[in-house]
């Protein structure tokens, strides 16, 4: 059963983990004082800062700064395991507000561990202090290697309706003329909040999420990377790999291969960016 909702920022101990089996979930925007490391050991959680969006599946840790406003979904039951170290205690904290990055076997097995030490924990615990601080400087580490993978976040209600109709249908068929319906507005004013709030177009915003939603079933026990790329939209598989290649910078096949081990991933390739506009 899942435990009555914990206020984190209200506990004494400095640092702990706070872990529980969730049925689906959608959270509202909050903080915390505390650094969080956002993890779910089953299941998979979409996460939301001021600017961006990511899919965390298991083999992905999100790395949140303290203060930093956010919201969690999930469409799917999913087992947390979520670490609040407390500032102090971190060396070198995030330098973004959000870092995501693939957990190595090591950082897994210790935010497992650390389930023993709850908000409720004695804040004199000399094992658990030590324990905490160790994790908050092998984070320097992990998190130098964050995924620039995520998707931009909506600012009106408009254009996240249209961003909600894409990700929902990333199987099959997709027109632009359908989010533009979804969003109740014509396609020349889409494409006008894509650019102004997003800085991408559709088009792009619909590759990059099938990419990550690719990486998410890739992740999965026994994936196919056939079926996986009929699950997001592609007929061939020779244009599925050839995209998945460009945007990961390694084919499907290895990529299921590493991800099963724990092993990190290169980063991907660099995109031109575009030159920002004078107000």
Known sequence: MPRPLVDVDASAASSFCLADEMPPLATGWHAHRRHQLLYAAQGALHLEVDRAQWLL???????????????????????????????????????????????????????????????????????AESFFQTL????????????????????TPELEKAMAYTLAHLEGPLSFEGAARAAGLSGRTLARRFDAEAQTTWRRFLHDARMLRAMELLAQNGARVTQTAHDVGFESLAAFTHAFHAFSGERPRD????VAHGTALPAPPL?????KRAD
Request: aromatic share 8%; hydrophobic share 35%.
């Open 57 to 127: 599946p298991p083999q992905r840790a999100a790395w949140l700064r303290g203060g930093t406003p956010h919201r969690v979904r999930s469409n799917h039951p999913v087992r947390l395991c979520t670490v609040y170290l407390e500032p102090s205690l971190v060396p070198m904290p995030p330098q973004e507000e959000c870092c995501v990055f693939l957990l190595p076997p090591l950082a897994r097995e210790m935010l497992v561990y650390s389930a023993r030490w709850g908000p409720e924990r004695a804040p004199d615990d000399a094992v």
């Open 136 to 155: 908050a400087h092998l984070l320097a580490e992990w998190s130098s290697q964050g995924q620039r993978w995520r998707l931009p976040r909506a600012r």
């Open 255 to 258: 990529f299921r291969q590493r």
């Open 271 to 275: 995109r031109p960016t575009r030159p």
